[in-house]
């Protein structure tokens, strides 16, 4: 009880009050505007959120991530066009219903369920953190070392067809958390003599250039584009109670956010898929799924708005982030000289039940707000692309020059967003890069760390969580090598006759 009503207590605050106001109501416009993604409004951000209190930095931090979905459903359904990558499921059956006429019914549903999955997954997280409480002092060096290589191989292996280059470019992001002043031995590590690198490669400026400057320099190469979206007819409260009739499905697809929301490198997309797999399958018109089912909105929806809660939780425990968003908000965390894991939970628990507060107001905003909001939000989708990219562009740049007043910054993020643009035009992965320069840097310092007190290999697993973790390790990997001679098994018959075939011809 004294928790909560330090939580309670900080998050009354005005300055955290008008933080989540900001973030919420600014994450629903940002989704929904087509072409810009909490990613990108993030990484602008996050500058300015460093002279910032932690908890009001966060909590507009939180607040952008947690509605962007929201508002992402609104371009989706109304005209096809995902406004965040996470909501191209909705579209599936959001944009039929439009088509029927139903697309009121479509959005209020949409809304529903995403404010279902979002306090499901508060109320998990909220649920757990006894739990957390009572084994993040369990987690030592060796746990935290092989509990983040395990983020980077999840990460990796979530990316079917793109293997290696995911993981060269994890391997990548590595390599850049390494270059500058070694803290240990004070020497130079891979700097060639250059002086701006013998403070590192900065992670918000590999952030705002593979992100922002990426995304505004694709938004200007492109055909400028203005979507249109017709104002939306009808009443906004009908999908709550149409949502009491598919409960089982909102609360599975919720579940499924959560598990899957808790492990690196799964996220959103998996639990979607798995959720609207699992709708499909044990609906009684499972012939409707892509032609306007509720089923399919809802259990899209639901998953993908369940998962921002539960990625909050390796990262408040272990201090290990699962995707690029969570990573950005370490970098809050570790500027005020606070560190997510296991003492977060012994001597800043305030901070933590303000967190989890924060969010359960953002969605109860979120929910009224659009309501009541939604056709003016149809006119925000209408604002030309590449007037969106020079907007993108210049707050880029403000960003990165304002860290550190320095020209070579925004020459370094530059660069990025040129590479970053190539990875888009190649459809490959950005995330991984930076989730290797967070992951990579909490393993070399939990590794040399550990390294004093092992005397052999063996000593690496010697104590339970690091044995289970080790095995659950070689099971991930264990069971990709199979999925792959599965695969191989699989085409090989095949490709024989085609040579036998070409023989007898």
Same mark, same amino acid.
């Given at each position: 009880m004294e928790n909560i009503l330090l939580g309670l207590e900080m998050l009354a605050r005005w300055d955290v009050i008008l933080a989540l106001f900001i973030g919420s109501i600014g994450g629903v416009i940002i989704?929904?505007?087509?072409?810009?993604?909490?990613?990108?409004?993030?990484?602008?951000?996050?500058?300015a959120t460093f002279s910032l209190d932690p908890i009001v930095g966060l909590t507009m931090l939180l607040g952008i991530y947690g509605s962007s979905m929201y508002g992402g459903a609104i371009p989706a359904i109304l005209i096809n066009t995902p406004g965040t990558a996470v909501?191209? +499921?909705?579209?599936? %059956?959001?944009?039929?219903?439009?088509?029927?006429?139903?697309?009121?019914?479509?959005?209020?549903?949409?809304?529903?369920?995403?404010?279902?999955?979002?306090?499901f997954g508060i109320l998990c997280l909220i649920l757990l953190s006894p739990v957390l409480a009572l084994v993040a002092p369990m987690f030592g060096s060796r746990e935290i070392f092989l509990a983040a290589l395990l983020g980077i191989i999840l990460v990796i292996l979530a990316h079917r067809g793109q293997i290696f280059a995911t993981g060269m470019l994890a391997m990548f992001g590595i390599f850049l958390q390494t270059i500058g002043l070694d803290s240990v031995t004070y020497t130079q590590r891979y700097t060639f003599d250059y002086s701006f690198l013998s403070s590192g490669?900065?992670?918000?400026?590999?952030?705002?250039?593979?992100?922002?400057?990426?995304?505004?320099?694709?938004? +200007?190469?492109?055909? %400028?584009s203005s979507p249109d979206a017709k104002p939306v007819k009808g009443r906004m409260f009908v999908g709550i109670r149409e949502l009491m009739k598919h409960k089982r499905v909102a609360t599975v697809a919720s579940s499924f956010g959560v598990i899957l929301g808790m492990i690196p490198g799964t996220g959103e997309f998996t639990a979607q898929f798995m959720s609207y797999t699992y709708a499909q399958k044990t609906s009684k018109s499972p012939e409707t799924f892509g032609k306007g089912a509720p089923e399919g909105l809802i259990a899209s929806e639901a998953a993908n708005n369940a998962v921002p809660a539960a990625a909050m939780i390796p990262l408040l425990a272990l201090g290990i982030p699962g995707e690029a968003l969570t990573a950005m908000m370490l970098s809050v965390f570790y500027v005020h000289n606070v560190i997510p894991g296991p003492q977060l939970f012994q001597n800043n628990i305030d901070l933590v039940y303000g967190l989890y507060f924060a969010l359960i107001a953002l969605n109860v905003i979120v929910m009224v707000f659009l309501l009541f909001s939604t056709n003016l939000l149809t006119k925000v989708m209408r604002v030309p692309t590449r007037f969106l990219g020079i907007i993108i562009l210049i707050l880029s740049f403000v960003g990165v020059y304002s860290l550190r007043n320095s020209l070579t910054d925004c020459m370094i993020a530059a660069t990025f967003g040129v590479l970053g643009l190539v990875l888009k035009r190649l459809n490959l992965p950005i995330v991984p890069i930076i989730l290797g320069m967070v992951l990579g840097g909490i393993m070399e310092v939990k590794l040399r760390s550990a390294m004093p007190r092992l005397k052999s290999p063996l000593d690496m697993i010697d104590r339970p969580i690091t044995f289970i973790l080790f095995v659950i390790i070689l099971l991930v990997l264990a069971l990709h090598l199979r999925t792959l001679f599965k695969e191989y098994r699989a085409h090989q018959p095949q490709e024989n006759h085609d040579f036998h075939d070409s023989q007898q011809r």
């Open positions: 989704g929904a505007i087509p072409g810009v993604g909490p990613a990108v409004a993030i990484a602008i951000l996050l500058p909501n191209a +499921l909705t579209s599936y %059956d959001g944009y039929p219903m439009t088509e029927k006429g139903e697309g009121h019914r479509a959005l209020s549903l949409a809304y529903s369920a995403s404010f279902w999955g979002g306090i490669v900065n992670l918000i400026v590999v952030v705002l250039g593979l992100f922002a400057l990426s995304q505004a320099f694709l938004l +200007l190469g492109n055909p %400028d």
